[in-house]
């Protein structure tokens, strides 16, 4: 997907993309010639910089489809406790009418 783009990390300086599965990105930086894997596409978010304007686009497309997909699943969530409470109250309720 980026294999062979360059990037920039905060801490670990310049290096360049080895493989990218959409999920993970590992990089393999100049400094030490370390290699690491990080999470796609967050890892962009503060840390991590492309070189070239086009994938950075491409990234920053990712992390705002990212984004609607957390917040879709925040609300189902909120959505889910909210019945599972409402569910609860009317155990409740019932059991109180059932004892008396």
């Known amino acids: 997907m980026f294999e062979n783009e360059k990037v920039k ?11 990218c599965d959409g999920t993970h990105i590992r990089i393999l930086f100049q400094c030490e010639n370390i290699e690491k894997t990080f999470t796609y596409p ?8 492309f070189d070239s304007q086009d994938a ?3 990234v ?6 990212a984004k609607e997909e957390a917040a879709k699943l925040e609300n ?3 959505l889910f406790m909210a019945e599972q409470a409402k569910k609860r ?4 309720a019932a ?6």
Do not use: I, S, W, Y
């Open 9 to 19: 990390h905060v801490k670990f300086g310049e290096g360049n993309v080895v493989e």
């Open 42 to 49: 967050t890892v962009f978010e503060k840390f991590v910089r």
């Open 56 to 58: 950075q686009d491409r």
């Open 60 to 65: 920053t497309d990712d992390l705002n489809t």
């Open 76 to 78: 189902l969530r909120k």
């Open 89 to 92: 109250k009317l155990e409740k």
């Open 95 to 100: 059991k109180a009418t059932k004892k008396r």
